[in-house]
């Protein structure tokens, strides 16, 4: 008696991760369709972006001076890194690029150049970045993607005059670690259980008193 209902709980353990897994496999298949309808409806956008700010520079040469010129070249650089992102992160959702055979070699300095120039950093925000270079061998695109929200949450939900950002990066024999340290407001502690609940937000709006999707 007490073998048949060991063994009568353990199938009901297994019809429940079952229909846990058929689950996931339906949210991760509405995750893939949204990033391809996103992408498709950002790029036309951007690649109009980038022909205008060709088209400025050629038409208006004469009167736009040298810092008007750096800017557009700003605004194209922007735009081209933000439509190759986007052309990857597209990738990343129809792939599933969170495979081991995924990862490369890269310099973690240079990708978050990448990330700080395709956010077009603020006049009042400083950033501080690890000063050694390190060369880690993972997804690159993946955190690309963690470090933007990141970054950028600590822009938006900033509260100070001047925003202040400091990234931190270790390493030992099995993991790499990095921090995201800003002079914020912080999260609330009410709210910390909830943090990486889609849709949840810590802050009712941002420094621009903008609503917060929750979704980055």
Do not use: W
């Not at 019809?15 to 949210?27: C, D, G, P, R, S």
């Not at 208006?60 to 986007?86: A, F, H, Q």
């Not at 933007?148 to 001047?162: P, Q």
């Amino acid at each position: 008696a007490n073998q048949v209902q060991e063994l009568l709980g353990r199938r009901k353990q297994a019809l429940k991760a079952q229909t846990n897994n058929e689950k996931l496999v339906h949210i991760n298949s509405m995750l893939k369709d949204f990033a391809a309808v996103a992408a498709h409806d950002l790029k036309l956008p951007i690649a109009s972006i980038i022909t205008t700010t060709d088209i400025l520079k050629k038409q208006y040469n004469e009167v736009i001076d040298l810092n008007g010129i750096g800017r557009l070249n700003m605004i194209k650089t922007c735009s081209l890194t933000l439509s190759n992102y986007i052309s990857s992160m597209l990738e990343f959702y129809s792939s599933g690029a969170l495979d081991k055979k995924d990862f490369v070699a890269f310099r973690l300095r240079s990708m978050l150049d990448k990330v700080v120039t395709m956010m077009i950093p603020e006049d009042d925000c400083k950033l501080t970045l690890p000063e050694n270079e390190h060369v880690l061998n993972a997804n690159e695109l993946a955190l690309m993607q963690i470090f933007t929200n990141l970054i950028s949450n600590s822009i938006k939900y900033n509260d100070k005059e001047v925003c202040a950002i400091k990234i931190s990066f270790r390493e030992d024999i099995k993991h790499y670690h990095f921090s995201v340290e800003d002079n914020g407001q912080g999260i609330p502690e009410n709210k910390i259980a909830t943090v990486f609940d889609i849709f949840k937000v810590a802050s009712e709006t941002d420094r621009n008193d903008n609503k917060g999707t929750g979704i980055v």
